[in-house]
């Protein structure tokens, strides 16, 4: 599945964001989708992921601040951010999983200035 993912751009520190990730095909079935982001000069971070069956996980550093949806009739999957933090700022990826992260989207830039 291709997976679009949009949203992203300069907000201020204490703001909100809403990312969403289209895909291109069928979302129902697949076993997980999430969101990844990388900053400059570090590892790619996981941030959220939402099963099939609806149930969110989400990573330490957006604990509490971030809210992760999927609208399987739209194929759509969303990624809430409030309270957002300087070092939230990095370029913001969509994923598919079916055992692997196997299916990635091309990323959308998010930055937060304090």
């Known amino acids: 599945v291709q997976l679009q993912a949009s949203g992203g751009g300069l907000v201020q520190a204490g703001g909100s964001l809403r990312l969403s990730c289209a895909a291109s095909?069928?979302?129902?079935?697949?076993?997980?989708m999430g969101w990844h982001r990388q900053a400059p000069g570090k590892q790619r971070e996981l941030v959220a992921t939402i099963t099939s069956g609806g149930f969110p996980y989400y990573g330490d550093s957006v604990k509490g601040r971030c809210s992760i949806s999927r609208d399987n009739a739209k194929n759509t999957v969303y990624l809430l951010m409030n309270s957002l933090k300087p070092d939230d700022t990095a370029v913001y990826y969509c994923?598919?999983?079916?055992?692997?992260?196997?299916?990635w989207g091309q990323g959308t830039q998010v930055t937060v200035s304090s």
């Open positions: 994923a598919a999983y079916r055992g692997t992260w196997s299916d």
């Open positions: 095909g069928s979302i129902s079935n697949i076993a997980a």
